[in-house]
């Protein structure tokens, strides 16, 4: 999905619909205070959302939520609050309420394609006259089957989506490379994916998975790039090695002088632990000292 905390302007939020204007002659409520854009507003210019109850001003729920269609590529439109406990989600009429109809119509549209493009029993006849959604029956030992559309009575395969043909067998899938496409899916959770430059090192802002804009391989667990050191992405990271390492160098040198201090300076707490104790009962002593005088003097 989208960032969850977009930037808001003021003058948005003044002239956003559903906000109240200043001078009008009703009471005002107590006031809200609003995560997005970070100032308190009346309770009558706030919404609640109703799978986590957490508030915010009408006008930065209605940016958000656009923001999120046009970005999201039909992803659930989650809490804009990162911190959010129960991790809420807008529902459908509340999504409707905070954008306009075509936007919602456009959503609607893309969630559905998502949700066919990441159910498994579900597939878009690939007859581009037809486009029709067909149902996958399950096979055995994860091997593609035939699928028959019921709209154009094309049959092709669940796995290349090419024609069924007897003792078919589905093409190797060629890494791409060379492909120019400034759109592709996420591997992990099938969002789609703009890039039109910078670092071919890619985190998906849907699911947080890091992979390869080129051939789409897993990427979370190379910290150092070492992907693009050899194989068909080599050389391909698309800007300075020199820069990205040395981010990583001073990650790693963090990590290591504070272990460092660590295993330094604990000898020394313990070597001054009694000296800390004493001075931490002296005060002690001497108050009993006191009060052991005021005895004998009573």
Do not use: N, W
């Given at each position: 999905m989208a960032s969850r905390s977009p930037s808001l302007s003021q003058e948005a939020r003044d002239s956003a619909p559903g906000t109240p204007e200043?001078?009008?002659?009703?009471?005002?409520?107590?006031?809200?205070?609003?995560?997005?854009?970070?100032?308190?507003?009346?309770?009558?210019?706030?919404?609640?959302?109703?799978?986590?109850n957490c508030n915010f001003c009408t006008a930065?729920?209605?940016?958000?939520?656009?923001?999120?269609?046009m970005e999201g590529g039909g992803a659930p439109i989650t809490c804009p609050d990162m911190a959010c406990q129960k991790s809420g989600v807008l529902l459908d009429s509340e999504i409707a309420s905070l954008a306009a109809a075509d936007q919602v119509e456009l959503y609607q549209r893309v969630k559905f394609e998502r949700g066919v493009k990441l159910d498994p029993s579900k597939a878009w006849c690939p007859v581009l006259e037809?486009?029709?959604?067909?149902?996958?029956?399950?096979?055995?030992?994860?091997?593609?089957?035939?699928?028959?559309?019921?709209?154009?009575?094309?049959?092709?395969?669940?796995?290349?989506?090419?024609p069924w043909q007897d003792s078919h067998t589905c093409p190797e899938r060629q890494p791409m490379i060379h492909s120019d496409m400034p759109i592709k899916q996420c591997p992990m959770c099938g969002i789609y994916i703009e890039r039109n430059q910078g670092c071919a090192q890619m985190l998906c802002k849907s699911c947080k998975h890091t992979f390869c804009w080129y051939c789409l391989q897993n990427l979370d667990g190379d910290i150092f790039l070492r992907h693009y050191d050899k194989g068909p992405c080599r050389n391909k990271l698309g800007h300075s090695r020199a820069s990205v390492m040395w981010n990583r160098t001073q990650v790693v040198g963090i990590l290591v002088g504070v272990s460092i201090i660590v295993l330094v300076t604990s000898p020394l707490l313990l070597l001054a632990s009694p000296c800390i104790l004493?001075?931490?009962?002296k005060p002690c002593r001497e108050q009993k000292r006191k009060k052991k005088k005021k005895e004998l003097n009573t």
């Open positions: 200043a001078g009008t002659d009703s009471q005002p409520g107590p006031e809200v205070f609003c995560k997005l854009c970070l100032s308190e507003q009346p309770s009558a210019a706030t919404r609640e959302l109703q799978s986590c930065c729920l209605q940016q958000y939520v656009q923001l999120a269609i037809c486009q029709a959604v067909c149902k996958v029956q399950p096979s055995t030992e994860g091997q593609p089957t035939a699928v028959p559309c019921l709209t154009c009575h094309t049959v092709f395969c669940s796995g290349c989506r090419g004493c001075c931490v009962c």
